[in-house]
């Protein structure tokens, strides 16, 4: 995962320094993926905790972390669609 070293680097005023635990750390980079930086992480992050809960099927295709198959993808999305018509009672949670 970058750290946002290179960007900093080139004396960006819109960069910032944040100090947080080891183990803060490890949890951030475990949410990552090699090109990611921590400042995409944690814009997921906020995206997630501002998106207002939805039941729309475009919403968790662009949410939802989906196979990157195109028929598995497409397989995953019919599973959550039929959850979906199960009612307004119903919730469940994206890992």
């Known amino acids: 995962m970058e750290t946002g070293a290179e960007e900093t680097e080139k004396s960006s ?49 662009k949410y939802a972390a989906l196979p990157e198959n195109a028929e598995c993808a497409e397989a995953a999305l019919g599973l959550l669609k039929a959850i979906l018509n199960l009612g307004d009672d119903v919730s469940f949670t994206l890992l």
């Open 13 to 61: 005023p819109d960069w910032k320094n944040i100090r947080i635990k080891e183990d803060t750390y490890t949890c951030l980079s475990a949410l990552g993926s090699m090109k990611d930086s921590f400042d995409d992480v944690i814009n997921r992050l906020l995206d997630y905790y501002d998106f207002p809960p939805s039941k729309s099927i475009d919403d968790l295709r």
